[in-house]
């Protein structure tokens, strides 16, 4: 079984910055993308970042630019720096855990609240 652990969201004003953080552990496979969706309240989850173990990266175009996501394959954890942050950020962050980018999601962490005031 494998297990996502998020962590780093939290209440913060419009322009700063936030990381999260996300420790994955049990049966992972070598090869692998790691990511974070975010769903805000009545809309549906959406992906906001991938990265494979190989060092491809997507992002959505709403966040480019602003956010950057990066991953410690030795400590299979993956981050997401978020700056310039704006109201329309604010959701609940998924960690997410897949075989490829074009995959289904395998695995989802619990989901960690940013809010962003404006």
């Known amino acids: 079984q494998v297990q996502l652990v998020e962590s780093g969201g939290g209440l913060v004003q419009a322009g700063g910055s936030l990381r999260l953080s996300c420790a994955a552990s049990?049966?992972?496979?070598?090869?692998?993308?790691m990511g974070w969706y975010r769903q805000a309240p009545g809309k549906q989850r959406v992906l906001v970042a991938h990265?494979?173990?190989?060092?491809?990266?997507g992002y959505a175009d709403s966040v480019k630019g602003r956010f950057t996501i990066s991953r410690d394959n030795a400590k299979n954890t993956v981050y997401l720096q978020m700056n310039s942050l704006k109201s329309e950020d604010t959701a609940v962050y998924y960690c997410?855990?897949?075989?490829?980018?074009?995959?289904?999601?395998?695995?989802w962490g619990q989901g960690t609240q940013v809010t962003v005031s404006s």
């Open positions: 997410a855990l897949g075989t490829t980018m074009s995959s289904r999601v395998s695995y």
């Open positions: 049990g049966s992972i496979f070598s090869r692998n993308v």
């Open positions: 990265i494979s173990s190989g060092g491809s990266i």
